[in-house]
């Protein structure tokens, strides 16, 4: 019997949604939901494998929290949660735990109604808070999965599926949220957005992946609004004209990715015709499909698939697939339909008069970096700016009903993690800041140093090591109370903020990124951010910076003082902050926040010991370790900072221009960070590098100490990989790869050395109870 | 109609001493002191017009809530639970009154902090079983009334359903005179 037969008496919730909208959502659709609900019940008799079900509920968007293992660190002890199921839905995910649910929004598109049913499912399922990601997605949080059958067939009632918004699949296609009103922008991409994501939607040629795959449409190459550079696949509008006649097209680059070994995209062709892009887009999918990774996660994405071939060898073999592909209408079939997405204004276009002093400095401060003019004469695009991606369900509707009275029922969202309004007319500028004043959100600072990035981090991520929301929180709040006065130049940058090396947050293009770690400090261990320099969002993501060294989270916000009155006090005419960092250089850079990196002694300030945004002590104190155990952890951590400081030397010479001897002193880095690890066990381990590598796999690899919780054995096969290669030859790219991966290496050689030291804690304090 | 996903709302007398710093800290003891299955606790002072803290539970989560800038604690009851209507109202007004009084008496709020008697927010949080309708005020008023009653002495209150079609169904509750939350408790069988 199938939950549809069983219900059709009842008036659950569900079932009354199911009714309710039946025949409101494409067939296809319905049926799927359908399955899934069908699924939860198998689930729940235990006739479907726990990995299956993650899968399939995965694909729904349907993510696990970070408490949803039944474990909550407290401050002094991991305590149990008694979630009353002890059943999971999936590994190491109990079936009752509240989880978050991911709604894809392609190009980052929205109607009005589409934002009422959001922020009323934010209000009946989840906290009330509707969060904007950094790919245009919603996401809700504190979902139970017994209500995502209804949650799903709400919003596809109104034109919304979560389908394939997380898992091994294509994720939401993002594109320029200033599409088609963009003043530098080649030509609309919205309608080529749409349609890879209506094509590859479920096609049967994107559900053999090794990992996730992210597509990326740009209608210029100077702006960041699309960052085709850091995604696995991406379009930037480009015209071309043959024979007289101008064509559509794009550059299409492949290969890019952030997360913990980032990559920026190869340029596969520079000019692929509008009527090629999803034929070949197809192929990519296909090659990939075949050629990637599919056991080790690590080294799954297409970047590490495209970079071991290289791209020459990777277009040719795309370039055969696409010869062989039959011919599918659908690659052409849009090309009728590309005036669909076109907007329209809904109130005509005037300039706006404007009389001095008007609304006063707080108007006149939003109106700087909220309000830009559209290509559209008459018309501006304005920037409703979320705080940490937020909006309640009220202000939710509050701003549909802004949209419905201002400009003709959509909206965007970026990013940037805002929401934008397009087609406003000039003239109602004044009254759209009155109204978004109204409900709060007319907060200045769009696209500013104050409209800092963050990823959920500790807050509700499982991988989260430090708090990227608390400090997000923190940095917005100080920096938004003097931005008024912040040097242009200062007040343009971007601060990004991952919770771990993941890069959710997308630390690595910003001017100043951080990401989460952990150090152990006289026994506890304290709650760290990297700091990550150089990197670039413009052009498309045009660079990424590098780890400059890790600083107390507590010492961020001091941080980025310091920074900031670095670059306004010492910069040259027309210098930007890229440039500033580089001529400075790194070694510089890092004796002017040697303080900085300092922690206090706990007695002398315990704050240091407690993350941003909340009152749990990090970690407990390794209590009852013996001095002999204590002298061998010192061991460790000493040679863990000496690894610390190559790979840092190493990161200088990259910048230097002396690849060759920074890939050297990276693999040398990570070999010390290796040994420091095995000095727990023998303090007379050599120096040959044959002797450490042999000694680690054994001791840490083989026993799988030093495997990752979640990413398992990948950090040390970088150190494998990079043992094998060692006596190579290192160009620029490859040796920045390295130095990633040896500062990943010994992040993790770190948290090993903290696993341990815990566990030793924990047994010791059995004993001596 | 069964009444399901539960929602009250108590004002504070005065909303300075609610500072959501200390919620934040006073929730967070709340997870491992507590019989009840907390799971978490959300910082939304960024936001406006909705929660500020929020002590998230597997059953029911508490509030501290700035919905239409109004501040006080909100009840929100995520779980199905069993019973006749009045039972549920019984126990969920006696819980959110409780926690008020929990609330009232930590020393964190250096013993400032003063939830009102004189009026109450009810919610159902869920559109499908309970559309902001006429019908289902018809449904629900009865039992609530009843259960006012009870919780007030005798004393009567006024309901006034707040019929925005937008909006989940509530209604407002004022008391003809302010009630003690503790006597509210007993008189509720706590």
Redesign the interface.
């Known amino acids: 019997m199938t939950i549809s037969e069983k219900e059709t008496s009842g008036?659950t919730?569900a079932e009354?949604?199911k009714r309710?909208l039946a025949g409101r959502m494409p067939a296809d659709w319905a049926e799927g939901i359908d399955h899934f609900e069908t699924e939860i019940l198998l689930k729940k008799q235990g006739k479907i494998e726990d990995k299956v079900f993650a899968e399939t509920r995965l694909r729904r968007g349907a993510y696990g929290?970070?408490?949803d293992n039944g474990f909550?660190h407290?401050g002094a002890s991991q305590?149990a949660?008694?979630?009353?199921a002890a059943a999971t839905k999936g590994p190491n995910t109990l079936w009752?735990?509240?989880g978050m649910q991911r709604i894809k929004i392609p190009f980052g598109g929205m109607t009005t109604e589409q934002m009422?049913v959001i922020a009323?499912l934010s209000?009946?399922y989840a906290?009330?808070?509707c969060h904007v990601t950094t790919r245009q997605d919603f996401q809700l949080?504190?979902v139970?999965i017994d209500d995502t059958p209804?949650m799903f067939r709400r919003l596809a009632a109104v034109g919304i599926t979560t389908l394939e918004a997380c898992g091994n699949s294509v994720r939401n296609v993002t594109a320029c949220p200033v599409a088609g009103v963009c003043r530098d922008e080649s030509f609309d991409v919205t309608p080529y957005a749409r349609a890879a994501f209506r094509y590859l939607l479920g096609h049967p040629d994107v559900q053999d992946f090794g990992r996730k795959f992210k597509i990326a449409f740009s209608g210029c190459r100077q702006h960041p609004c699309g960052l085709t550079s850091m995604h696995d696949l991406g379009f930037i509008a480009v015209k071309r004209t043959e024979s007289g006649r101008e064509r559509r097209g794009f550059e299409m680059v492949v290969g890019g990715g952030l997360g913990s070994d980032p990559y920026k995209a190869k340029v596969f062709a520079e000019f692929v015709p509008e009527e090629e892009f999803l034929a070949l887009t197809q192929a990519v999918c296909r090659v990939y499909a075949r050629l990637g990774e599919k056991k080790k996660r690590g080294r799954a994405r297409i970047k590490f698939l495209v970079s071991d071939l290289g791209i020459e060898k990777f277009r040719e073999l795309v370039v055969e697939e696409r010869a062989k592909l039959p011919k599918d209408a659908r690659w052409t079939d849009f090309l009728s339909q590309l005036s669909e997405t076109d907007e329209s204004p809904l109130r005509s276009p005037q300039e706006r008069e404007r009389t001095p002093g008007e609304g006063g400095n707080e108007y006149e401060y939003w109106l700087s970096t909220n309000v830009a003019p559209q290509r559209q004469p008459g018309y501006a695009v304005v920037s409703v700016t979320l705080?940490?991606g937020?909006?309640?369900?009220?202000?939710m509707?509050?701003l549909a009903d802004i949209a419905r009275k201002f400009v003709k029922n959509t909206v965007r969202t970026t990013v940037e993690q805002n929401i934008i309004l397009r087609w406003v007319s000039q003239s109602d500028v004044p009254a759209v800041y009155a109204a978004l004043k109204s409900?709060?959100l007319a907060e200045p600072g769009a696209g500013t140093i104050v409209d800092v990035t963050a990823c959920p981090g500790t807050?509700?991520c499982k991988l989260g090591v430090s708090s990227s929301?608390?400090l997000a929180?923190v940095l917005?709040t100080r920096l938004a109370e003097k931005s008024m006065q912040l040097d242009e130049a200062i007040r343009g940058l971007r601060i990004k903020i991952s919770g771990c090396f993941n890069s959710c947050g997308q630390h690595h293009i910003a001017d100043i990124g951080f990401y989460g770690t952990s150090r152990n400090v006289r026994d506890f261990v304290v709650p760290h951010f990297q700091l990550v320099l150089g990197g670039k969002s413009k052009e498309n993501a045009a660079s990424y910076g590098l780890a400059m060294g890790n600083i107390p989270s507590k010492s961020v916000p001091a941080t980025v003082d310091r920074l900031t009155d670095l670059y306004a006090r010492g910069r040259q005419a027309g210098e930007s902050f890229q440039a500033f960092i580089a001529r400075l250089g790194k070694t510089e850079i890092k004796k002017a926040l040697a303080d900085l990196a300092e922690v206090p002694p706990r007695e002398k300030d315990a704050s240091y010991y407690t993350d941003w945004?909340d009152?749990?002590e990090y970690s407990t104190k390794d209590k009852g370790m013996g001095e002999c155990a204590g002298e061998v952890v010192s061991l460790t951590e000493f040679g863990l900072k000496a690894a610390d400081r190559e790979v840092f030397e190493a990161q200088v010479l990259l910048d230097q221009g002396e690849p060759q001897k920074a890939a050297e002193t990276a693999y040398r880095a990570m070999m010390h960070a290796a040994q420091a690890l095995i000095k727990k066990y023998n303090i007379d381990i050599s120096e040959d590098p044959e002797a450490v590598v042999k000694e680690f796999r054994s001791r840490f690899y083989d026993t799988q100490i030093f495997h990752d919780p979640y990413a398992g054995p990948k950090f040390a096969a970088y150190y494998f990989r990079a043992h094998e290669r060692r006596t190579g030859v290192f160009d620029a790219e490859k040796s920045h790869h390295l130095v990633e991966e040896a500062q990943l290496f010994i992040e993790a050689a770190y948290s090993c050395n903290i696993r341990m030291s815990m566990a030793q804690a924990s047994s010791n304090a059995v004993l001596n109870a | 109609m069964d009444i399901q996903k539960i929602n009250w709302k108590v004002f504070l007398e005065d909303p300075a001493p609610a500072d959501p710093d200390i919620f934040f800290r006073v929730f967070n003891t709340w997870i491992p002191d507590s019989p009840e299955i907390f799971v978490d606790v959300a910082d939304y002072r960024h936001v406006h017009d909705g929660p500020l803290t929020a002590l998230i539970g597997h059953h029911t989560d508490y509030w501290l809530d700035e919905t239409d800038g109004r501040r006080g604690l909100l009840y929100n009851r995520r779980t199905r639970t069993e019973g006749s209507n009045k039972s549920k109202l019984t126990k969920s007004l006696r819980d959110i009154l409780s926690a008020c009084r929990r609330l009232e008496a930590d020393p964190a709020f250096g013993g400032k902090l003063r939830f009102s008697g004189k009026e109450l927010l009810f919610l159902i949080n869920d559109r499908a079983i309970a559309p902001n309708t006429p019908e289902t005020y018809r449904a629900v008023k009865p039992d609530l009334e009843e259960i006012l009653a009870r919780a007030a002495g005798g004393a009567e209150s006024a309901l006034e359903h707040l019929a925005d079609d937008r909006r989940r169904f509530s209604v407002k509750i004022k008391f003809e005179r302010p009630q003690n939350l503790g006597e509210m408790i007993s008189r509720l069988g706590g």
């Open positions: 008036d919730p009354i949604w309710r929290q970070r408490y909550r407290d305590r949660i008694s979630y009353p009752d735990a509240p009422d009323d209000e009946e906290d009330s808070i949080h504190y139970s209804s705080p940490l937020d909006i309640t369900a009220n202000q509707r509050g409900i709060d807050d509700t929301r608390g929180g917005r945004g009152v749990r």
